[in-house]
């Protein structure tokens, strides 16, 4: 029951811990110290150092780490066409803890062009050897929850079915352009049907004019639009993320108010899935994955601290999860990056790659 193909058994979210070289040249560019030229070089070797970690711990995939971008989300909206960042006047709110106030715009129509990913995406993939090179970019709805109307020009987009028309078809040219560039392994990163599972969440959304319900229905839409006549051997999967920031959280809640639509109706190959604690809920929303071939990568490692996971557990977890999803279609990672923003989780290094090491062991050992 081991796979050849993405998702692999024991897969990996994206984002590691940046390390002190990293800092320190983004500090000095930042201060003028060093130019754009030579922080990349920089970055290329971490990035080469991150891949061979990722290959010792066992795994089949690997990623850049991120180690190009301050944000998981806000560096690839960046490169959008019709999109702009601004200073807002306050960050985003997590448990007890707020990120640095940047904030996105839609200011003309959206569109996707020479996107500079592209390019970190084809050095990924230079020096991945025999892995797998994994692109993660942040999902369609998260451009449009965070700020929602009021975050997009209303003369460029005055009526909203015409911006989502906009935003599919971003993102169908993004998905061909990677795949272009070489890509067979894409990676959607997903806050938003999490938020749609938080009774305060929703509420939030209700006090600005939303209606969630309607709101999950149009992300499936587009979502499904964005995806639809992908290449058969490009695999798409969905994180979906509680909120990952210096180790703390934004929203709690089960899967179940969102499961029948998510799960049942958006056509990616795999869900990768929080499930490290109780704010995740039980597993009973897997019953409405399709199935067949679509994959559910449970998230049952914590990225949120160091202490080692007992794999008698995670194992016993995986054999609960197999009450409603065939075994076959069952993965498991870590539950989400290690550091969604520059700033990281709170654990060492080490600690993270024993984490992946755990990881691929169960995996083995399962499957």
Same mark, same amino acid.
């Given at each position: 029951?081991?796979?050849?193909?993405?998702?692999?058994?024991?897969?990996?979210?994206?984002?590691?811990?940046?390390?002190?070289?990293?800092?320190?040249?983004?500090?000095?560019?930042?201060?003028?110290?060093?130019?754009?030229?030579?922080?990349?070089?920089? &970055?290329?070797?971490?990035?080469?150092?991150?891949?061979?970690?990722?290959?010792?711990?066992?795994?089949?995939?690997?990623?850049?780490? &991120?180690?190009?971008?301050?944000?998981?989300?806000?560096?690839?909206?960046?490169?959008?066409?019709?999109? &702009?960042?601004?200073?807002?006047?306050?960050?985003?709110?997590?448990?007890?803890?707020?990120?640095?106030?940047?904030?996105?715009?839609?200011?003309?129509?959206?569109?996707?062009?020479?996107?500079?990913?592209?390019?970190?995406?084809?050095?990924?993939?230079?020096?991945?050897?025999?892995?797998?090179?994994?692109?993660?970019?942040?999902?369609?709805?998260?451009l449009h929850f965070r700020g929602g109307r009021k975050a997009i020009d209303a003369t460029v987009y005055p009526e909203l079915d015409?911006?989502?028309?906009?935003?599919?078809?971003?993102?169908?040219?993004?998905?061909?352009?990677?795949?272009?560039?070489?890509?067979?392994?894409?990676?959607?990163?997903?806050?938003?049907?999490?938020?749609?599972?938080?009774?305060?969440?929703?509420?939030?959304?209700?006090?600005?004019?939303?209606?969630?319900?309607?709101?999950?229905?149009?992300?499936?839409?587009?979502?499904?639009?964005?995806?639809?006549?992908?290449?058969?051997?490009?695999?798409?999967?969905l994180h979906v993320c509680r909120g990952n920031f210096r180790s703390t959280w934004i929203s709690e809640g089960g899967y179940e108010?969102?499961?029948?639509?998510?799960?049942?109706?958006?056509?990616?190959?795999?869900?990768?899935?929080?499930?490290?604690?109780?704010?995740?809920?039980?597993?009973?929303?897997?019953?409405?994955?399709?199935?067949?071939?679509?994959?559910?990568?449970?998230?049952?490692?914590?990225?949120?601290?160091?202490?080692?996971?007992?794999?008698?557990?995670?194992?016993?977890?995986?054999?609960?999860?197999?009450?409603?999803?065939?075994?076959?279609?069952?993965?498991?990672?870590?539950?989400?990056?290690?550091?969604?923003?520059?700033?990281?989780?709170?654990?060492?290094?080490?600690?993270?790659?024993?984490?992946?090491r755990l990881v691929v062991d169960i995996a083995k050992n399962v499957w």
């Open positions: 029951m081991q796979r050849s193909t993405a998702p692999f058994r024991a897969d990996t979210v994206g984002s590691f811990l940046r390390p002190l070289a990293i800092k320190q040249a983004r500090e000095q560019f930042a201060a003028g110290e060093i130019d754009a030229t030579a922080l990349r070089r920089i &970055e290329d070797e971490a990035i080469r150092d991150v891949v061979t970690h990722q290959r010792a711990c066992g795994l089949q995939v690997v990623t850049d780490g &991120e180690f190009r971008r301050a944000w998981w989300h806000f560096d690839f909206f960046d490169g959008l066409q019709g999109v &702009e960042r601004y200073e807002s006047e306050q960050g985003i709110q997590f448990n007890g803890v707020q990120t640095k106030a940047h904030s996105i715009r839609v200011v003309s129509k959206l569109g996707f062009g020479d996107h500079p990913m592209l390019a970190d995406f084809r050095y990924l993939q230079g020096v991945s050897g025999d892995a797998v090179a994994k692109m993660t970019i942040p999902s369609p709805s998260v015409a911006y989502f028309d906009d935003l599919a078809q971003t993102y169908r040219d993004a998905i061909k352009a990677f795949y272009d560039a070489g890509c067979r392994y894409l990676q959607l990163d997903d806050t938003v049907w999490a938020y749609l599972c938080s009774d305060d969440q929703k509420r939030q959304i209700r006090e600005r004019g939303e209606d969630p319900e309607q709101l999950a229905r149009t992300y499936a839409r587009v979502l499904n639009q964005a995806i639809e006549g992908k290449p058969d051997d490009l695999t798409i999967g108010p969102v499961a029948e639509i998510l799960f049942g109706s958006v056509n990616v190959d795999a869900f990768f899935l929080e499930y490290d604690n109780e704010r995740s809920g039980g597993f009973e929303p897997l019953r409405f994955i399709k199935p067949g071939n679509q994959q559910v990568v449970l998230g049952l490692i914590t990225t949120k601290n160091g202490e080692l996971e007992n794999p008698e557990t995670v194992k016993l977890r995986i054999a609960e999860a197999a009450k409603f999803v065939d075994r076959s279609q069952i993965c498991l990672s870590p539950q989400c990056g290690f550091a969604s923003t520059e700033e990281g989780n709170s654990l060492t290094e080490e600690q993270q790659w024993a984490k992946l």
